[in-house]
């Protein structure tokens, strides 16, 4: 494994722009697409942006997703909403354990392009590492914040009450921008335990992760449409999120006041749940918590009567 | 089926489906050939199987069959004590310090290993206790594994379960469970114990060792780090020497009342925690308001689920008495349909009893209510010539005072009386020792409330009975014991808080 990325390491290969050759064999580059429902399609803008390292390396063509791939994969989420919900909590915790399964064994695959994008050898395996760790804690929440945050409330009334949450709906995502896997997969995390459906736009200078966790989604029994991934450009994407009438809640994570002030008047239009993680450090244990998960919930009361709670006398 | 109609009908009988017609249904039995099962189990102490310092061994058999599966090993004094040695030592200088998320990812990979092994699980359950093989596949074995798999994931999330408190660990758990849901017990114990940070010690029951010994294996493989936790078989001396034992922390018992109360006794003085799930006759309440046919169904399920061995079983139905007729008539005729037999086919509803003992303690029962007035029915069903078997059986006429009514059978027996009021149900329903589970059927939501509120016992079900969840404690209300197993309840009885 380890020479593989040493060997990767000096032959950036993307773009068709091979800059050094150490095997005769041809490598198979990875076409980087979008995650929509369950499919891989390419942006329907047919654009494209080459995010480069540090080093000025192009990392890969990646789709500068548009307006219109953002509203095709609202509909895709809105769509697996009711299934995803309505799945037993269980189920879900046994599902996110699968992706975490899934990651683990292609932790090659996400170390590489962690290097390639800028992390030390040390760093990145740690990265992959917290990654599957967050995995597992939010699957473990999953069937355990509602008896958190649900409760049995003593009315002073024949009734007997109770107040459980229940996922807000579809939720649009920026990722955090500063990592490729580590915010992204904090952001995913509590979300979809919670039952929501999602869009994540992936960091716009570090993308490769997303597009690669995306094929590990695929392969965890997570149903289509629950999470959808696009590449682009936040700056360009923001409005679109932000002002789309079946988007329930926006979670944002730059420390941009301008872009926060705009968000939160354009959320107005359809008083979407805003949320704001800008002074989250992804890396520690800070980066996790049921509270991220309470972020996209409502709180549903029922009311029901109780015969004759003072037991004084039958109703016949 | 065919049904044969009373064209001439004198009573208000609706069309009755006719059984006795020929059909019989193929055997289905689950194979037995993908399961392993050694001829001699020992002890698991340490992370390994060491011979018995006793040098006795004991036979399990199978109850369907009265052929012996294998020898267990029988643990005394010195066994117990080693295994309280190895669970302390792995606690002091592993368990207890290992990140609780690391914790977590040994018991979710426990949860796994049962889960890609369940049909083994299930089939070597069956044949072990006796229980049919649709319940042990389809209840027991997933049960089980989910019930890993909620906990592992509480081990590192212990803060959030008791604001305002830093919960620990109590250290060395001493667990002794029953015989009629033997994997599942054993999961309901050593999950919470594990996600809380204790290390155990296990003993199963002495006519149903051997899923537990197959978890032993489990766990073994599953690289947990050796002595976090230790199965021990023997008889009621084992499970003494545990409850005597000094450096034992918790003692959790599921069994009957009468052992329950000598562990209290011992456990007097020493700084021992205990949990105690104990023996219920619940009360299975039908209103005259009810969906009859889902309540049959409910009643059925809730005093033959399991041959009736089952604490929570609704060995007590009371039925309103204007619907009296009507219920007991849909009720012996479902009687007639339930097929009891093989344990390991698949469409046997009732399987094998699960011990000689318990067979001979059943039968005193009916003879007991019969020579106390009530009125038996029995199922006209055949059963095998070999093994263990009890035709499913209910009595009518039955008062409060009779001991059908008052002491638990743990078997196919159901024990009817009738009501009238609300207030009488109730009065009737919570007179008893015992505390564990109730059901109520009926369509009036207000109404399910007010009985709900007026149980005195710890779990009631309503339109339906004997669910369980990982997520949803469990236990009883007086002597039925104390403590929850299950859900965030079920972790406050492995930690100090």
């Given at each position: 494994?380890?020479?593989?990325?040493?060997?990767?390491?000096?032959?950036?290969?993307?773009?068709?722009?091979?800059?050094?050759?150490?095997?005769?064999?041809?490598?198979?580059?990875?076409?980087?697409?979008?995650?929509?429902?369950?499919?891989?399609?390419?942006?329907?803008?047919?654009?494209?942006?080459?995010?480069?390292?540090?080093?000025?390396?192009?990392?890969?063509?990646?789709?500068?997703?548009s307006r219109k791939?953002f509203r095709?994969?609202?509909?895709?989420?809105?769509?697996?909403?009711?299934?995803?919900?309505?799945?037993?909590?269980?189920?879900?915790?046994?599902?996110?354990?699968?992706?975490?399964?899934?990651?683990?064994?292609?932790?090659?695959?996400?170390?590489?392009?962690?290097?390639?994008?800028?992390?030390?050898?040390?760093?990145?395996?740690?990265?992959?590492?917290?990654?599957?760790?967050?995995?597992?804690?939010?699957?473990?929440?999953?069937?355990?914040?509602?008896?958190?945050?649900?409760?049995?409330?003593?009315?002073?009334?024949?009734?007997?009450?109770?107040?459980?949450?229940?996922?807000?709906?579809?939720?649009a995502?920026?990722?955090?921008?500063?990592?490729?896997?580590?915010?992204?997969?904090?952001?995913?995390?509590?979300?979809?335990?919670?039952?929501?459906?999602?869009?994540?736009?992936?960091?716009?200078?570090?993308?490769?992760?997303?597009?690669?966790?995306?094929?590990?989604?695929?392969?965890?029994?997570?149903?289509?449409?629950?999470?959808?991934?696009?590449?682009?450009?936040?700056?360009e994407l923001v409005t679109h999120f932000v002002t789309h009438?079946?988007v329930?809640?926006?979670?944002?994570?730059?420390?941009?006041?301008?872009?926060?002030?705009?968000?939160?008047?354009?959320?107005?239009?359809?008083?979407?749940?805003?949320?704001?993680?800008?002074?989250?450090?992804?890396?520690?244990?800070?980066?996790?918590?049921?509270?991220?998960?309470?972020?996209?919930?409502?709180?549903?009361?029922?009311?029901?009567?109780?015969?004759?709670?003072?037991?004084?006398?039958?109703?016949? | 089926?065919?049904?044969?109609?009373?064209?001439?009908?004198?009573?208000?009988?609706?069309?009755?489906?006719?059984?006795?017609?020929?059909?019989?249904?193929?055997?289905?039995?689950?194979?037995?050939?993908?399961?392993?099962?050694?001829?001699?189990?020992?002890?698991?102490?340490?992370?390994?199987?060491?011979?018995?310092?006793?040098?006795?061994?004991?036979?399990?058999?199978?109850?369907?069959?009265?052929?012996?599966?294998?020898?267990?090993?029988?643990?005394?004094?010195?066994?117990?004590?080693?295994?309280?040695?190895?669970?302390?030592?792995?606690?002091?200088?592993?368990?207890?310090?290992?990140?609780?998320?690391?914790?977590?990812?040994?018991?979710?990979?426990?949860?796994?290993?049962?889960?890609?092994?369940?049909?083994?699980?299930?089939?070597?359950?069956?044949?072990?206790?006796?229980?049919?093989?649709?319940?042990?596949?389809?209840?027991?074995?997933?049960?089980?594994?989910?019930?890993?798999?909620?906990?592992?994931?509480?081990?590192?999330?212990?803060?959030?379960?008791?604001?305002?408190?830093?919960?620990?660990?109590?250290?060395?758990?001493?667990?002794?469970?029953?015989?009629?849901?033997?994997?599942?017990?054993?999961?309901?114990?050593?999950?919470?114990?594990?996600?809380?940070?204790?290390?155990?010690?296990?003993?199963?029951?002495?006519?149903?060792?051997?899923?537990?010994?197959?978890?032993?294996?489990?766990?073994?493989?599953?690289?947990?780090?050796?002595?976090?936790?230790?199965?021990?078989?023997?008889?009621?001396?084992?499970?003494?020497?545990?409850?005597?034992?000094?450096?034992?922390?918790?003692?959790?018992?599921?069994?009957?009342?009468?052992?329950?109360?000598?562990?209290?006794?011992?456990?007097?003085?020493?700084?021992?925690?205990?949990?105690?799930?104990?023996?219920?006759?619940?009360?299975?309440?039908?209103?005259?308001?009810?969906?009859?046919?889902?309540?049959?169904?409910?009643?059925?399920?809730?005093?033959?689920?399991?041959?009736?061995?089952?604490?929570?079983?609704?060995?007590?139905?009371?039925?309103?008495?204007?619907?009296?007729?009507?219920?007991?008539?849909?009720?012996?005729?479902?009687?007639?349909?339930?097929?009891?037999?093989?344990?390991?086919?698949?469409?046997?509803?009732?399987?094998?009893?699960?011990?000689?003992?318990?067979?001979?303690?059943?039968?005193?029962?009916?003879?007991?209510?019969?020579?106390?007035?009530?009125?038996?029915?029995?199922?006209?069903?055949?059963?095998?010539?070999?093994?263990?078997?009890?035709?499913?059986?209910?009595?009518?006429?039955?008062?409060?005072?009779?001991?059908?009514?008052?002491?638990?059978?743990?078997?196919?027996?159901?024990?009817?009386?009738?009501?009238?009021?609300?207030?009488?149900?109730?009065?009737?329903?919570?007179?008893?020792?015992?505390?564990?589970?109730?059901?109520?059927?009926?369509?009036?939501?207000?109404?399910?409330?007010?009985?709900?509120?007026?149980?005195?016992?710890?779990?009631?079900?309503?339109?339906?009975?004997?669910?369980?969840?990982?997520?949803?404690?469990?236990?009883?209300?007086?002597?039925?014991?104390?403590?929850?197993?299950?859900?965030?309840?079920?972790?406050?009885?492995?930690?100090?808080?």
């Amino acid at each position: 494994m380890d020479k593989t990325i040493a060997k990767n390491k000096t032959s950036f290969s993307t773009n068709g722009q091979t800059t050094k050759k150490t095997s005769k064999r041809v490598d198979v580059l990875k076409t980087y697409k979008n995650y929509i429902g369950g499919q891989f399609p390419r942006t329907e803008s047919g654009r494209y942006y080459v995010p480069t390292n540090a080093h000025g390396e192009q990392l890969a063509n990646i789709c500068l997703s548009s307006r219109k791939d953002f509203r095709d994969s609202v509909v895709a989420a809105r769509g697996a909403f009711k299934g995803w919900a309505g799945r037993a909590a269980f189920n879900r915790g046994q599902i996110l354990y699968r992706i975490a399964e899934m990651l683990e064994g292609r932790k090659a695959q996400f170390i590489e392009e962690l290097i390639k994008q800028d992390s030390t050898k040390s760093n990145a395996q740690k990265e992959v590492n917290l990654a599957i760790d967050r995995l597992v804690y939010y699957a473990g929440w999953c069937d355990k914040y509602q008896q958190l945050f649900g409760t049995v409330n003593p009315v002073a009334s024949s009734h007997f009450n109770f107040s459980v949450p229940e996922p807000t709906g579809v939720v649009a995502a920026i990722a955090p921008q500063d990592t490729s896997l580590i915010g992204l997969v904090s952001i995913i995390g509590p979300a979809i335990a919670g039952g929501n459906t999602m869009i994540i736009l992936a960091s716009e200078n570090k993308p490769l992760c997303a597009v690669s966790f995306a094929e590990v989604l695929n392969s965890s029994d997570l149903p289509g449409g629950v999470v959808n991934i696009l590449t682009g450009k936040p700056g360009e994407l923001v409005t679109h999120f932000v002002t789309h009438m079946d988007v329930n809640s926006i979670i944002y994570c730059e420390p941009d006041p301008q872009t926060q002030k705009d968000i939160q008047e354009k959320s107005a239009i359809n008083v979407k749940r805003v949320h704001f993680h800008s002074s989250v450090n992804w890396f520690t244990n800070k980066g996790q918590s049921p509270y991220f998960i309470l972020d996209t919930q409502e709180i549903k009361t029922t009311w029901h009567p109780i015969e004759n709670i003072g037991g004084g006398g039958s109703k016949y | 089926m065919p049904i044969k109609t009373k064209t001439k009908s004198k009573s208000n009988h609706t069309p009755k489906l006719k059984f006795n017609t020929g059909w019989e249904y193929a055997p289905a039995p689950e194979s037995k050939s993908h399961i392993k099962l050694k001829d001699q189990y020992d002890l698991f102490i340490g992370g390994k199987f060491v011979k018995p310092q006793s040098g006795r061994y004991f036979d399990t058999i199978n109850p369907a069959t009265e052929e012996k599966l294998a020898s267990v090993a029988e643990a005394n004094t010195t066994d117990v004590d080693r295994a309280v040695k190895a669970a302390r030592q792995a606690y002091e200088k592993v368990w207890k310090k290992m990140p609780a998320a690391e914790r977590a990812k040994y018991i979710f990979r426990i949860s796994r290993m049962i889960q890609e092994r369940a049909r083994e699980f299930a089939v070597i359950e069956s044949m072990d206790g006796g229980k049919p093989i649709k319940e042990s596949r389809d209840v027991d074995v997933p049960l089980a594994a989910n019930h890993f798999f909620y906990y592992a994931g509480w081990a590192d999330k212990l803060e959030y379960a008791f604001p305002n408190r830093i919960p620990s660990s109590l250290g060395v758990a001493g667990q002794i469970i029953p015989w009629n849901f033997p994997l599942l017990m054993a999961a309901w114990k050593i999950a919470p114990a594990l996600a809380a940070g204790n290390t155990v010690v296990l003993k199963p029951a002495e006519t149903t060792p051997l899923t537990a010994l197959k978890l032993a294996e489990v766990i073994q493989e599953s690289g947990l780090p050796e002595g976090v936790v230790n199965i021990i078989t023997g008889f009621g001396a084992t499970g003494a020497d545990m409850v005597y034992h000094p450096d034992i922390d918790k003692i959790a018992f599921t069994g009957s009342t009468e052992v329950g109360k000598i562990i209290q006794k011992a456990v007097a003085g020493t700084n021992k925690k205990v949990t105690l799930e104990l023996g219920g006759k619940a009360a299975n309440i039908i209103f005259d308001d009810a969906p009859i046919d889902q309540a049959v169904e409910g009643i059925i399920n809730g005093i033959y689920f399991n041959q009736g061995h089952v604490c929570c079983a609704g060995s007590r139905l009371f039925v309103q008495e204007s619907v009296y007729n009507i219920v007991l008539r849909k009720l012996k005729d479902r009687i007639e349909t339930l097929i009891v037999g093989d344990p390991l086919d698949k469409n046997t509803d009732i399987g094998a009893i699960n011990s000689q003992g318990q067979l001979e303690s059943i039968r005193k029962y009916i003879s007991i209510g019969q020579k106390e007035g009530a009125e038996m029915f029995q199922s006209s069903c055949p059963i095998p010539k070999k093994g263990y078997f009890m035709r499913p059986t209910l009595f009518t006429n039955v008062s409060q005072s009779h001991r059908i009514a008052q002491e638990e059978i743990f078997g196919p027996v159901l024990a009817i009386q009738t009501f009238r009021t609300d207030d009488e149900v109730i009065e009737k329903a919570n007179n008893t020792p015992y505390g564990l589970s109730a059901g109520v059927w009926t369509d009036k939501g207000s109404k399910i409330f007010n009985i709900t509120t007026k149980m005195r016992a710890g779990v009631v079900w309503a339109n339906t009975y004997n669910k369980f969840d990982p997520t949803s404690p469990f236990g009883g209300y007086k002597e039925s014991g104390y403590g929850r197993e299950g859900g965030l309840h079920g972790l406050s009885a492995y930690l100090k808080i």
